[in-house]
C-alpha cells in the first residue's frame, strides 16, 4: 500500500481493543492515538477485535487511526487453564495477550516493507514480536509492571496468594527485562517509570511523557454545595476487574469508610467502574450508604455530583489517568502516595495525599466539610492539568519521540 501523501507509516500494535474506553490504559493509549492522527505518520492500528467490536465502533476508530487491521480474539481460557498458566515460564498477562492470530498478524506486519515503525503497546505485546525485526520498534510502556506484581506480594497476607504473586514477579522482572532492551526506544508514562527502566534494565534509551487528558471533554465544574439536596459524597473510578482497584476499595470500605460515616452519617460512596467481583459487592450490602454502578457509558456525571474523589490505592504502577481526569472535572482529589506516584502534582497544592486509615479519613471529612478547600483544589488543580497536561501535547511528544526513533533507524 502506498502512502498517504508521502508521510511515514506507523503501526500501533494494540493487544487490547480499546473500546469502550472504561479503563486507564485504554484511555491514554485512545487519546494518544487522536493526538497522532492527521500528523506526521501515517497510522494504522494493529489489534485484536472481533467482527462485531469491528462493526460497532466504527466511528471510532476511524477516530483514531488512518487504517485499522484486525486479528480475530481466540476463545477466553477456561478457569483450569488459567490457573495452570500460573507454572508457565511467562507470567500469566503475558500469556493471555498470546495467541495464533495474534502471533501472525504481527509477523506479517512486521515483514512488511509498508511499515516505517512499530509501536507496540504494553510490554505484554512483546510476546507477539517476530524474532528479528527489520523496522525501529517502540514500546509504549503504561507501568513498570514488575513492580506492580511485588506490591500484590507485599500486600497478600494468605501464604498462597504471597507465593503467587512473588513468583509472578520474578517471572514478569525477567521478561520485562528481557523485552524493553529489544525496543530501539521504550515511552513510559513518568520520568520515575523510565527511570527504573534505565537503572534496573539497562534500556539504553527510554523516554517519558506525561499524563495527558482530553480538557475538552473532561470540562470544569464546580462541585455542588452540601446540603439536603446534594449531601456529601465521594466517588471512585475505575475498572473493578483489575486487582489493584479491588484491593484498594476494599481497603477503603474496611478501614476508612466507618470513620467516614461515624462523623458524617449521610455521606454516600459511588464507585464506578465495570465488573465489581461478588465479594466486595457483598462487602459493600454489609456497608451503608455505597453503591457499585458497574459500567457506565459516561463517567462525568458521577464526578460532577462528587464532592471529592478519592484514590484509595496501596498497590499499582504507571500513572492513574483518572487523577487528572478528576482534576480538569474540577472534583477535589484524596489519594494515597501510590494512587498520585508518577505524576507532577503537588500535594495540598492541587490534591490532597494521605496513606493511613485515620489520615485518609480525616482529610476526607475536611473536603466534604469545607466548602473553600474544595474550590480551592479545585481551580488549582484545574489550571495546572490545562497548562501541561492537554492530551494533544503529550501526543506531540509521544510523535517527536517516534520521529527520532526513526531517524536513528534499526541498530
Same mark, same amino acid.
Given at each position: 500500500m502506498k502512502r498517504a501523501q508521502g508521510r511515514p507509516r506507523l503501526a500501533f500494535i494494540s493487544p487490547q481493543f480499546l473500546f469502550p474506553n472504561d479503563?486507564?490504559?485504554?484511555?491514554?493509549?485512545?487519546?494518544?492515538?487522536?493526538?497522532?492522527?492527521?500528523?506526521?505518520?501515517?497510522?494504522?492500528?494493529? +489489534?485484536?477485535?472481533?467482527?462485531?467490536?469491528?462493526?460497532?465502533?466504527?466511528?471510532?476508530?476511524?477516530?483514531?487511526?488512518?487504517?485499522?487491521?484486525?486479528?480475530?480474539?481466540?476463545?477466553?481460557?477456561?478457569?483450569?487453564?488459567?490457573?495452570?498458566?500460573?507454572?508457565?515460564?511467562?507470567?500469566?498477562?503475558?500469556?493471555?495477550?498470546?495467541?495464533?492470530?495474534?502471533?501472525?498478524?504481527?509477523?506479517?506486519?512486521?515483514?512488511?516493507? /509498508?511499515?516505517?515503525v512499530l509501536v507496540f503497546d504494553f510490554v505484554h505485546s512483546a510476546a507477539l514480536m517476530p524474532a528479528q525485526l527489520q523496522t525501529v520498534s517502540l514500546?509504549?510502556?503504561?507501568?513498570?509492571?514488575?513492580?506492580?506484581?511485588?506490591?500484590?506480594?507485599?500486600?497478600?497476607?494468605?501464604?498462597?496468594?504471597?507465593?503467587?504473586?512473588?513468583?509472578?514477579?520474578?517471572? @514478569?522482572?525477567?521478561?520485562?527485562?528481557?523485552?524493553?532492551?529489544?525496543?530501539?526506544?521504550?515511552?513510559?508514562?513518568?520520568?520515575?517509570?523510565?527511570?527504573?527502566?534505565?537503572?534496573?534494565?539497562?534500556?539504553?534509551?527510554?523516554?517519558?511523557?506525561?499524563?495527558?487528558?482530553?480538557?475538552?471533554?473532561?470540562?470544569?465544574?464546580?462541585?455542588?454545595?452540601?446540603?439536603?439536596?446534594?449531601?456529601?459524597?465521594?466517588?471512585?473510578?475505575?475498572? @473493578?476487574?483489575?486487582?489493584?482497584?479491588? /484491593?484498594?476499595?476494599?481497603?477503603?470500605?474496611?478501614?476508612?469508610?466507618?470513620?467516614?460515616?461515624?462523623?458524617?452519617?449521610?455521606?454516600?460512596?459511588?464507585?464506578?467502574?465495570?465488573?465489581?467481583?461478588?465479594?466486595?459487592?457483598?462487602?459493600?450490602?454489609?456497608?451503608?450508604?455505597?453503591?457499585?454502578t458497574g459500567f457506565v457509558d459516561d463517567v462525568r456525571p458521577y464526578v460532577h455530583a462528587a464532592h471529592a474523589f478519592v484514590i484509595p490505592l496501596l498497590?499499582?504502577? +504507571?500513572?492513574?489517568?483518572?487523577?487528572?481526569?478528576? @482534576?480538569? @472535572?474540577?472534583?477535589?482529589?484524596?489519594?494515597?502516595?501510590?494512587?498520585?506516584?508518577?505524576?507532577?502534582?503537588?500535594?495540598?497544592?492541587?490534591?490532597?495525599?494521605?496513606?493511613?486509615?485515620?489520615?485518609?479519613?480525616?482529610?476526607?471529612?475536611?473536603?466534604?466539610?469545607?466548602?473553600?478547600?474544595?474550590?480551592?483544589?479545585?481551580?488549582?488543580?484545574?489550571?495546572?492539568?490545562?497548562?501541561?497536561?492537554?492530551?494533544?501535547?503529550?501526543?506531540?511528544?509521544?510523535?517527536?519521540?517516534?520521529?527520532?526513533?526513526?531517524?536513528?533507524?534499526?541498530?
Amino acid at each position: 500500500m502506498k502512502r498517504a501523501q508521502g508521510r511515514p507509516r506507523l503501526a500501533f500494535i494494540s493487544p487490547q481493543f480499546l473500546f469502550p474506553n472504561d479503563a486507564g490504559g485504554k484511555i491514554r493509549t485512545t487519546n494518544i492515538l487522536r493526538g497522532l492522527k492527521g500528523g506526521a505518520f501515517e497510522i494504522v492500528l494493529v +489489534g485484536v477485535a472481533s467482527a462485531e467490536q469491528e462493526s460497532q465502533w466504527r466511528n471510532e476508530l476511524a477516530g483514531v487511526c488512518d487504517e485499522f487491521k484486525p486479528w480475530r480474539p481466540t476463545q477466553a481460557r477456561s478457569k483450569l487453564r488459567r490457573v495452570l498458566d500460573l507454572f508457565r515460564t511467562l507470567p500469566v498477562n503475558v500469556v493471555q495477550d498470546q495467541s495464533a492470530a495474534g502471533l501472525r498478524a504481527i509477523a506479517e506486519v512486521a515483514g512488511s516493507s /509498508d511499515f516505517d515503525v512499530l509501536v507496540f503497546d504494553f510490554v505484554h505485546s512483546a510476546a507477539l514480536m517476530p524474532a528479528q525485526l527489520q523496522t525501529v520498534s517502540l514500546c509504549f510502556t503504561h507501568n513498570v509492571e514488575a513492580e506492580i506484581f511485588a506490591r500484590h506480594a507485599k500486600q497478600a497476607k494468605n501464604p498462597l496468594l504471597r507465593w503467587v504473586w512473588a513468583s509472578q514477579h520474578r517471572k @514478569m522482572k525477567a521478561f520485562e527485562a528481557q523485552a524493553l532492551r529489544r525496543f530501539n526506544t521504550v515511552i513510559a508514562v513518568s520520568e520515575r517509570d523510565a527511570g527504573q527502566f534505565r537503572s534496573a534494565y539497562a534500556v539504553q534509551d527510554a523516554k517519558a511523557i506525561p499524563t495527558g487528558v482530553d480538557l475538552e471533554f473532561f470540562a470544569w465544574q464546580a462541585a455542588p454545595a452540601v446540603d439536603t439536596r446534594h449531601p456529601p459524597t465521594v466517588v471512585f473510578t475505575g475498572s @473493578m476487574d483489575w486487582a489493584a482497584n479491588i /484491593d484498594g476499595v476494599r481497603f477503603f470500605l474496611e478501614q476508612v469508610w466507618p470513620l467516614v460515616l461515624q462523623a458524617e452519617p449521610t455521606a454516600r460512596f459511588t464507585v464506578v467502574g465495570k465488573a465489581p467481583p461478588a465479594a466486595l459487592q457483598q462487602l459493600a450490602k454489609q456497608t451503608r450508604q455505597v453503591e457499585f454502578t458497574g459500567f457506565v457509558d459516561d463517567v462525568r456525571p458521577y464526578v460532577h455530583a462528587a464532592h471529592a474523589f478519592v484514590i484509595p490505592l496501596l498497590v499499582g504502577g +504507571g500513572t492513574r489517568i483518572k487523577a487528572f481526569e478528576a @482534576m480538569a @472535572m474540577g472534583c477535589p482529589v484524596l489519594s494515597t502516595s501510590i494512587g498520585i506516584e508518577g505524576l507532577s502534582a503537588d500535594a495540598d497544592v492541587h490534591y490532597l495525599k494521605r496513606d493511613d486509615a485515620a489520615g485518609f479519613a480525616a482529610a476526607l471529612l475536611d473536603l466534604l466539610r469545607q466548602p473553600s478547600l474544595r474550590e480551592q483544589l479545585s481551580r488549582q488543580a484545574r489550571q495546572l492539568v490545562e497548562q501541561s497536561f492537554g492530551h494533544r501535547k503529550v501526543a506531540q511528544v509521544f510523535e517527536q519521540i517516534c520521529l527520532d526513533t526513526l531517524k536513528g533507524g534499526v541498530e
